[in-house]
Structures are given as structure tokens and as C-alpha cells.
């Protein structure tokens, strides 16, 4: 939150054109960010920043494909020529294999390098800045994925976002630089549009994010209740195998 005395937080949010980031996008704005929003899709980008600031001067669309090395270094010179600094950046942007099994996808890879490589590299890019200032926060939208194995390579990504994460989080301790996780559950977004299950809206998590770094926490579950499925995991997988066996073959279709 901002008062007309103090300056507006500056945050830097990937995947912003749709589901978790464009309702981040929103709650952000609401609570007084300025932003600089990124995905591939310009024109959706553009609409959103001209909804959440008609006048151009608080909410900037980035054109950018997280995985091309250019496009991110544009990005964060484009924030930092924009704003003159970034409090926040929030590695929110993700895919996961369309349909069918990791294996037959064509470029199973690209799921790491948009999933695990671009927010080391983002985070990379932001860090010096932020440890010179003794100030700064790294938000990674991680999955209950990256706890609880679900999906191959999809997995592989969020396992090793949360490893990453987790372990940042530790190595920066004490250098006034937070590093937050946020770990969703099945949320209804383009990346669910399959999924047969019931499933909370994109708000949830989108305020879960907000709420992070107003109050920075090691990882934050959403909805809550999928912290028993980690738990359970961990205490009885055979179960769990059987679990994901049922919602394979019956009622989930990535
Ligand atoms: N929905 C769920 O159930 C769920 C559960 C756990 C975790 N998550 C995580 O939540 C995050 C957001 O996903 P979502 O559910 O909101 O899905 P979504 O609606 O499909 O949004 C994904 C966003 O990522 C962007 N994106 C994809 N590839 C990109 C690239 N190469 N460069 C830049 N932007 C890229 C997309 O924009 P463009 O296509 O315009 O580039 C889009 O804005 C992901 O990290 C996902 O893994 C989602």
C-alpha cells in the first residue's frame, strides 16, 4: 500500500497476459504497485495496462519471451529505464506439456527453460541492483507440482523452482532481499482448460502474491487444503500413486 508521500512500489510481473498474472496484475494495482507487465501476447499486455492506468505513467507492457536471453535483458533495462529501479520481480510465467505425455511433446525442454531457467536468469539480472540497495524481493509462483510429483517434465520444473527458491531464500538472508514462494493447487486458468475438477478462480492466488510481499514467507500453499496432499505424500505415496492413477485416467486431462 502507498500514501501520496511515499514512492510507489516498483514490480516486474511475468506471464502477465492471462489467469494468475493478469489477476496479479489487478490486485497489484490495487494496492497502489507500479508495474511492468511481460508475456508474449502484446496486445492482451496493452489492453490490461490500459485498464488498470489510462494515463500510461504507472503500468507498462514488456513484450517478452522469458526463455530468449534478449528478451529478458530488455525487459529489466526496460523497468529499470521506466522506473529507475525494481522492488519486486515476480516469476510468474509458465507452461506445461498441452495434451498428452511429456515424452511425445515436441520440445518437452522448453517447459524448464520458460519454468526453471528464466526465473534463475531474471532473478540473476535484478540482483545486483537489489543487494546495492539492501532492498528488493524475488516472488516465484511455484506448484503443488514441485512438492507432490505429478507431471514429468512439468514437475522436473517446479522441483527445482522450489529447490531454487528455498535455497535463495537462505543464501540471501540478512541482505534485506526477501524470496518468496508461492505454490498454487489446480487454479482455472488457459493452463487448466482441460482439467475436470473443481477449481478456485485465479484471485486466490493473485492476492496470495500481494500478500507475500507485504509479508515475505518461505512458501505460502494455495488453497491451503493442498498442504495435506504434500503431507500425505510424504507419509503415504502408495496413496497418492493411487490418487493420481484415478484422476488420470478419469477426471483430469492435461
Ligand atoms: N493454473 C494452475 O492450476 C496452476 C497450478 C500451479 C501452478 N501454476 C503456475 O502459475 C503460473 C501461471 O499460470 P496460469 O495458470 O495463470 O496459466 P496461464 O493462464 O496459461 O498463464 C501463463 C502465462 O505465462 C505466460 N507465458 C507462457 N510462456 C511464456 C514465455 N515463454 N514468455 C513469457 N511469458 C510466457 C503466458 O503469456 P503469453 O502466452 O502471452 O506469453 C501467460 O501470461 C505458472 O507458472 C504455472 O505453472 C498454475
Same mark, same amino acid.
Given at each position: 500500500?502507498?500514501?501520496?508521500?511515499?514512492?510507489?512500489?516498483?514490480? +516486474? @510481473?511475468?506471464?502477465?497476459?492471462?489467469?494468475?498474472? $493478469? =489477476?496479479? &496484475? !489487478?490486485? #497489484?494495482?490495487?494496492? %497502489?504497485?507500479?508495474? +511492468? @507487465?511481460?508475456?508474449?501476447?502484446?496486445?492482451?499486455? $496493452? =489492453?490490461? &495496462? !490500459?485498464? #488498470?492506468?489510462?494515463? %500510461?505513467?504507472?503500468? +507498462?507492457?514488456?513484450?517478452?519471451?522469458?526463455?530468449?536471453?534478449?528478451?529478458? &535483458?530488455?525487459?529489466?533495462?526496460?523497468?529499470?529505464?521506466?522506473?529507475?529501479?525494481?522492488?519486486?520481480?515476480?516469476?510468474?510465467?509458465?507452461?506445461?506439456?498441452?495434451?498428452?505425455?511429456?515424452?511425445?511433446?515436441?520440445?518437452?525442454?522448453?517447459?524448464?527453460?520458460?519454468?526453471?531457467?528464466?526465473?534463475?536468469?531474471?532473478?540473476?539480472?535484478?540482483?545486483?541492483?537489489?543487494?546495492?540497495?539492501?532492498?528488493?524481493?524475488?516472488?516465484?509462483?511455484?506448484?503443488?507440482?514441485?512438492?507432490?510429483?505429478?507431471?514429468?517434465?512439468?514437475?522436473?520444473?517446479?522441483?527445482?523452482?522450489?529447490?531454487?527458491?528455498?535455497?535463495?531464500?537462505?543464501?540471501?538472508?540478512?541482505?534485506?532481499?526477501?524470496?518468496?514462494?508461492?505454490?498454487?493447487?489446480?487454479?482455472?486458468?488457459?493452463?487448466?482448460?482441460?482439467?475436470?475438477?473443481?477449481?478456485?478462480?485465479?484471485?486466490?492466488?493473485?492476492?496470495?502474491?500481494?500478500?507475500?510481499?507485504?509479508?515475505?514467507?518461505?512458501?505460502?500453499?494455495?488453497?491451503?487444503?493442498?498442504?495435506?496432499?504434500?503431507?500425505?505424500?510424504?507419509?503415504?505415496?502408495?496413496?497418492?500413486?493411487?490418487?493420481?492413477?484415478?484422476?488420470?485416467?478419469?477426471?483430469?486431462?492435461?
Amino acid at each position: 500500500m502507498t500514501s501520496p508521500t511515499t514512492p510507489r512500489p516498483v514490480a +516486474v @510481473l511475468t506471464g502477465a497476459s492471462s489467469g494468475i498474472g $493478469e =489477476a496479479a &496484475a !489487478r490486485e #497489484l494495482s490495487r494496492r %497502489g504497485y507500479a508495474l +511492468v @507487465l511481460a508475456a508474449r501476447r502484446l496486445d492482451k499486455l $496493452e =489492453a490490461l &495496462a !490500459r485498464q #488498470l492506468d489510462p494515463g %500510461g505513467q504507472r503500468v +507498462v507492457a514488456v513484450q517478452a519471451d522469458v526463455a530468449d536471453p534478449a528478451d529478458r &535483458a530488455h525487459l529489466i533495462a526496460e523497468a529499470q529505464r521506466r522506473f529507475g529501479h525494481i522492488d519486486a520481480l515476480i516469476n510468474n510465467a509458465g507452461i506445461s506439456i498441452a495434451s498428452g505425455m511429456w515424452w511425445d511433446a515436441p520440445d518437452p525442454l522448453r517447459v524448464l527453460h520458460v519454468n526453471l531457467d528464466a526465473p534463475i536468469e531474471l532473478t540473476r539480472l535484478v540482483l545486483p541492483a537489489m543487494r546495492a540497495r539492501r532492498h528488493g524481493h524475488i516472488v516465484n509462483v511455484g506448484s503443488v507440482a514441485g512438492s507432490v510429483a505429478f507431471q514429468g517434465i512439468y514437475s522436473a520444473s517446479k522441483f527445482g523452482l522450489r529447490g531454487f527458491s528455498l535455497s535463495l531464500r537462505r543464501e540471501l538472508l540478512g541482505s534485506g532481499v526477501n524470496v518468496s514462494l508461492v505454490s498454487p493447487g489446480f487454479i482455472r486458468t488457459e493452463l487448466t482448460q482441460n482439467a475436470k475438477l473443481p477449481m478456485p478462480g485465479p484471485e486466490i492466488v493473485a492476492r496470495a502474491i500481494a500478500d507475500v510481499l507485504e509479508r515475505p514467507r518461505r512458501e505460502v500453499v494455495v488453497p491451503g487444503g493442498y498442504r495435506l496432499a504434500t503431507l500425505l505424500d510424504q507419509l503415504a505415496p502408495g496413496l497418492v500413486d493411487r490418487a493420481v492413477a484415478l484422476i488420470r485416467r478419469g477426471r483430469y486431462r492435461a
